[in-house]
C-alpha cells in the first residue's frame, strides 16, 4: 500500500516536472480577404493573417494553445487542427456541423487544446466548404524541452507546403458543381509555398530552398492540397524519412515521396551534391480515368556556394500512373517502435469493421441529365446536419443523428468489379456508428470500383490509427488477416486507400466525442464521402468530453 502511494507521488511529481515546462501558447487567427495575382489571374482569396499559405503554428509537446479566431469575411469559418488528437476537447476540433456551428462572419472563437503524446508536422486548415484551399498553414509540434530527435539533429529545419490553386473562386468551383450534378473543375496548378513555379504563358517564380554544401535540413512537408494525391522529388537527391502524420518511423531512403491531401512527411535532405540548382517537383498520381489536374508545380534547390549562374538539374518526373512509386512508398512505411516510442497496436479487436467507400450517381430533378455525383461509405451518403453533432449528443437533441450505421455493406458485391454499376444509388442520411470508451475497432477500408475506382486518402479525426495491411482487389477474410502487421505498423491520421484495393486499420476509442471519418479528396467529402464514429465517456474521472466553451457559436 504505501510503497503504491509514494509510487504514486513520484509520479505526479514527474509529471509536474514535465508540465512544469509546458506553455501556453497563443495565436490571433483574423480571417480577412486578400486580392492576389498568381498565375497570370487576380482574385480575392479567403485568408489568415492576410497570408496564403496561412501563420505557421509553433508549440511543443505538452502546450496549450489558444488560438482566438476572428471571422472578418462574409464566409461562415471554421477551423480544424488536422491530426491533433484532441483528447476531450473536441469542441476546438473544427469540422463544421459535426463539432461546432461555423463561425459567422463578424464571430469569434477561441479554439483552445493541449497537444498530447504528439511531436512532428501537422497542418491546419479550414473546414467547411472548399474553404481550405487558401485558409491553411503548418503545424509544428517540437519534443519536450530537453528531449531529441531520434535522429541526428539537423542543422535547419523548412517548411513545404503543397497547395492547389484555381484561377476562378473556389467557392464558385464547388457551387456550380452542386447545382449541375457534374464534377468540379480540376485545379488549374499547384503550389509549393504559395508559389506554382514558372509556367506556359506565365511569369510566376518558384518557391528556392537555400542550403548549404555539406549540411543536412529537416523537411517539413505537408501536402494541403484539396483533390490531388501528389509525389515530391528533388533532383539529383535522395532523402530520408523519419515521420509522417506526426509519428515517428523508421528512417528509410526514398527519392520521391508520395503525399495524399492531409498527410504529412517530414524527410532529411543532405546537400551533398555538387553545387548548382535544382528542380523540386509535386505531381498528380491519377492511375485510373479520373480527370486531373496534371500540371506539375515547381520549385528550386540552390547552394549558397554556387558562383556562376549553375544549369538546372532536372530528373524524371513519376508518370501521372505511377501506382508502383505511390504504392511502393507506403510499404515502407514503419512505426519506429522503440522503448521511447513503441507501437501500441490493439492486439484484442471489439469492433470488426467493414466500410466500402466510392462514388455513385443519385437521380437529382435539378441536375443537368438529371442525375448527380455523390460518394458514399456503405452506400450511405452522408447529409450534413444543420447543428452540430458533437452539440446534438452532449444536450440529447434528438433528431439530428440517428446511430445506426452499418458496420458491413448492406449488399455484399464483387467491389471491384472492373464494370461494376451495382450499387450505383446511394442512400442517404445522418449516421453515426457508436463506440463505447476504449473499445477497439479494426477498420478495413474497402475501395469499390462503382463508376469509376479511385485511390482514396481517408482521414480519421480524434485519433491515429495504425495501418495494419493493404493489398489491392477485394479483401479476403480469410487470408489477408495472416499477413497483417501487428507488431510495427505505420501510425498515421490519413491513409490513402489504393485504387480498387482495402486498407485495414486498428485504432482504440479513448477520446469520448464525435469524430468525422472522410475522404480527404475535398470534391469526395462534398459529395457525401463521410460519416462519423460517435465514443461515449468512460467510467473514469479523465474520461469524459469536457463541457463546452462558453463561446461556442450557435446557428
Ligand atoms: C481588392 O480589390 C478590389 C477591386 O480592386 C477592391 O475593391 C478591394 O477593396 C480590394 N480588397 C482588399 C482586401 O484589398
Ligand atoms: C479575441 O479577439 C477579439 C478580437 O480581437 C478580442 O476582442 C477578444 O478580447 C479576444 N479574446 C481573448 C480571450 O483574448
Ligand atoms: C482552455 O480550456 C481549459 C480547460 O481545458 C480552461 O481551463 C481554460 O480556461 C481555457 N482557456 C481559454 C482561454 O478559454
Ligand atoms: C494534361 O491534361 C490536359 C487536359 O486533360 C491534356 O490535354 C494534356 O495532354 C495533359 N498533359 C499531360 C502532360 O499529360
Ligand atoms: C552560405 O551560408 C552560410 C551560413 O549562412 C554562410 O556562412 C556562407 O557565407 C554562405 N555562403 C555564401 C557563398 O553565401
Ligand atoms: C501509364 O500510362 C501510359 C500512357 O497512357 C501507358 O503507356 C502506361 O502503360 C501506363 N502505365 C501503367 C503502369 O499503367
Ligand atoms: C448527359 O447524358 C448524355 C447521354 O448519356 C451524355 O452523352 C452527356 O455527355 C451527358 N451530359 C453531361 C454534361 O454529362
Ligand atoms: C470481381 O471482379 C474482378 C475484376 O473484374 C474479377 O477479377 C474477379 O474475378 C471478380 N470476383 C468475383 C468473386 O466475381
Ligand atoms: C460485368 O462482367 C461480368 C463478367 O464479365 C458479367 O457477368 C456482368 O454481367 C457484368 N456486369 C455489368 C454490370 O455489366
Ligand atoms: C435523400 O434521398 C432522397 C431519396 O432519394 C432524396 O429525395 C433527398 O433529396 C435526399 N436528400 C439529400 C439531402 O440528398
Ligand atoms: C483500456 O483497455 C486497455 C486494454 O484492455 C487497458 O489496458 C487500459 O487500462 C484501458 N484503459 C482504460 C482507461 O480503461
Ligand atoms: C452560416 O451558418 C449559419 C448557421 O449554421 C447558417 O444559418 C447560414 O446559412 C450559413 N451561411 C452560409 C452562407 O452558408
Ligand atoms: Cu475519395
Known amino acids: 500500500?504505501?510503497?503504491?502511494?509514494?509510487?504514486?507521488?513520484?509520479?505526479?511529481?514527474l509529471a509536474f516536472l514535465v508540465l512544469a515546462d509546458a506553455k501556453i501558447r497563443r495565436y490571433k487567427f483574423d480571417v480577412v480577404m486578400k486580392n492576389t495575382t498568381k498565375l497570370c489571374s487576380t482574385k480575392s482569396i479567403v485568408t489568415v493573417n492576410g497570408k496564403f499559405p496561412g501563420p505557421t503554428l509553433y508549440a511543443r509537446e505538452d502546450d496549450q494553445v489558444i488560438v482566438n479566431?476572428?471571422?472578418?469575411?462574409?464566409?461562415?469559418?471554421?477551423?480544424?487542427?488536422?491530426?491533433?488528437?484532441?483528447?476531450?476537447?473536441?469542441?476546438?476540433?473544427?469540422?463544421?456541423?459535426?463539432?461546432?456551428?461555423?463561425?459567422?462572419?463578424?464571430?469569434?472563437?477561441?479554439y483552445n487544446f493541449t497537444l498530447t503524446g504528439q511531436r512532428g508536422t501537422l497542418l491546419w486548415h479550414a473546414h467547411i466548404s472548399w474553404l481550405r484551399a487558401t485558409v491553411h498553414g503548418a503545424i509544428v509540434i517540437l519534443p519536450r524541452h530537453r528531449v531529441a530527435y531520434p535522429f541526428p539533429r539537423p542543422h535547419k529545419e523548412k517548411i513545404i507546403i503543397f497547395g492547389e490553386w484555381w484561377k476562378s473562386d473556389v467557392e464558385a468551383v464547388i457551387n456550380q458543381s452542386t447545382f449541375t450534378g457534374l464534377p468540379p473543375n480540376?485545379?488549374?496548378?499547384?503550389?509549393?509555398?504559395?508559389?506554382?513555379?514558372?509556367?506556359?504563358?506565365?511569369?510566376?517564380?518558384?518557391?528556392?530552398?537555400?542550403?548549404?554544401?555539406?549540411?543536412?535540413?529537416?523537411?517539413?512537408?505537408?501536402?494541403?492540397?484539396?483533390?490531388?494525391?501528389?509525389?515530391?522529388?528533388?533532383?539529383?537527391?535522395?532523402?530520408?524519412?523519419?515521420?509522417?502524420?506526426?509519428?515517428?518511423?523508421?528512417?528509410?531512403?526514398?527519392?520521391?515521396?508520395?503525399?495524399?491531401?492531409?498527410?504529412?512527411?517530414?524527410?532529411?535532405?543532405?546537400?551533398?551534391?555538387?553545387?548548382?540548382?535544382?528542380?523540386?517537383?509535386?505531381?498528380?498520381?491519377?492511375?485510373?480515368?479520373v480527370t486531373v489536374d496534371n500540371?506539375?508545380?515547381?520549385?528550386?534547390?540552390?547552394?549558397?556556394?554556387?558562383?556562376?549562374?549553375?544549369?538546372?538539374?532536372?530528373?524524371?518526373?513519376?508518370?501521372?500512373?505511377?501506382?508502383?512509386?505511390?504504392?511502393?512508398?507506403?510499404?515502407n512505411l514503419r512505426s519506429l517502435n522503440s522503448r521511447d516510442y513503441p507501437a501500441n497496436v490493439p492486439l484484442r479487436v471489439d469492433h470488426s469493421l467493414f466500410f466500402t467507400i466510392g462514388v455513385g450517381i443519385n437521380p437529382c430533378e435539378t441536375c443537368i441529365n438529371n442525375t448527380k455525383a455523390v460518394g458514399d461509405i456503405n452506400n450511405v451518403s452522408f447529409v450534413m446536419p444543420t447543428i452540430g453533432i458533437l452539440q446534438a449528443h452532449y444536450y440529447?437533441?434528438?433528431?439530428?443523428?440517428?446511430?445506426?450505421?452499418?458496420?458491413?455493406?448492406?449488399?455484399?458485391?464483387?467491389?471491384?468489379?472492373?464494370?461494376?454499376?451495382?450499387?450505383?444509388?446511394?442512400?442517404?442520411?445522418?449516421?453515426?456508428?457508436?463506440?463505447?470508451?476504449n473499445s477497439t475497432v479494426q477498420l478495413v477500408i474497402q475501395g469499390t470500383s462503382v463508376i469509376a475506382p479511385e485511390s482514396h486518402p481517408t482521414h480519421l479525426h480524434g485519433f491515429n490509427f495504425f495501418?495494419?495491411?493493404?493489398?489491392?482487389?477485394?479483401?479476403?477474410?480469410?487470408?489477408?488477416?495472416?499477413?497483417?502487421?501487428?507488431?510495427?505498423?505505420?501510425?498515421?491520421?490519413?491513409?490513402?486507400?489504393?485504387?480498387?484495393?482495402?486498407?485495414?486499420?486498428?485504432?482504440?476509442?479513448?477520446?469520448?466525442?464525435?469524430?468525422?471519418?472522410?475522404?480527404?479528396?475535398e470534391v469526395h467529402t462534398s459529395w457525401g464521402l463521410k460519416m462519423v464514429f460517435l465514443v461515449e465517456n468512460g467510467k473514469g474521472p479523465n474520461e469524459t468530453l469536457l463541457p463546452p466553451p462558453s463561446d461556442l457559436p450557435k446557428c
Open 295 to 331: 500540371v506539375t508545380g515547381t520549385a528550386f534547390l540552390h547552394y549558397n556556394d554556387t558562383t556562376s549562374s549553375p544549369s538546372l538539374v532536372s530528373d524524371k518526373i513519376p508518370p501521372v500512373n505511377a501506382t508502383s512509386v505511390a504504392l511502393g512508398f507506403s510499404d
Open 186 to 289: 480540376v485545379s488549374d496548378a499547384h503550389t509549393i509555398n504559395g508559389q506554382s513555379g514558372p509556367l506556359l504563358g506565365c511569369n510566376s517564380p518558384g518557391y528556392t530552398l537555400h542550403v548549404e554544401s555539406g549540411k543536412t535540413y529537416m523537411l517539413r512537408i505537408i501536402n494541403a492540397a484539396l483533390n490531388d494525391e501528389l509525389f515530391f522529388k528533388i533532383a539529383g537527391h535522395t532523402l530520408t524519412v523519419i515521420e509522417v502524420d506526426a509519428s515517428y518511423t523508421k528512417p528509410f531512403s526514398a527519392d520521391t515521396l508520395f503525399l495524399g491531401p492531409g498527410q504529412t512527411t517530414n524527410a532529411l535532405l543532405t546537400a551533398d551534391q555538387s553545387s548548382g540548382k535544382y528542380l523540386i517537383t509535386i505531381s498528380p498520381f491519377m492511375d485510373t480515368i
Open 69 to 110: 479566431l476572428t471571422n472578418h469575411v462574409n464566409y461562415n469559418v471554421t477551423i480544424h487542427w488536422h491530426g491533433v488528437k484532441q483528447l476531450r476537447t473536441g469542441w476546438s476540433d473544427g469540422p463544421a456541423y459535426i463539432t461546432q456551428c461555423p463561425i459567422q462572419p463578424g464571430g469569434t472563437f477561441i
Open 396 to 437: 440529447n437533441i434528438s433528431g439530428v443523428f440517428t446511430d445506426d450505421f452499418p458496420g458491413k455493406p448492406l449488399i455484399p458485391f464483387n467491389y471491384t468489379a472492373n464494370n461494376s454499376t451495382a450499387n450505383m444509388r446511394t442512400m442517404n442520411g445522418t449516421k453515426a456508428y457508436r463506440l463505447a470508451y
Open 467 to 521: 495501418v495494419i495491411g493493404k493489398g489491392v482487389g477485394n479483401f479476403d477474410p480469410l487470408n489477408d488477416p495472416k499477413k497483417f502487421n501487428l507488431v510495427d505498423p505505420v501510425e498515421r491520421n490519413t491513409v490513402s486507400v489504393p485504387t480498387a484495393g482495402w486498407t485495414a486499420i486498428r485504432f482504440r476509442a479513448d477520446n469520448p466525442g464525435v469524430w468525422f471519418f472522410h475522404c480527404h479528396l
Open 1 to 13: 500500500m504505501a510503497s503504491s502511494v509514494q509510487l504514486t507521488l513520484l509520479l505526479l511529481a
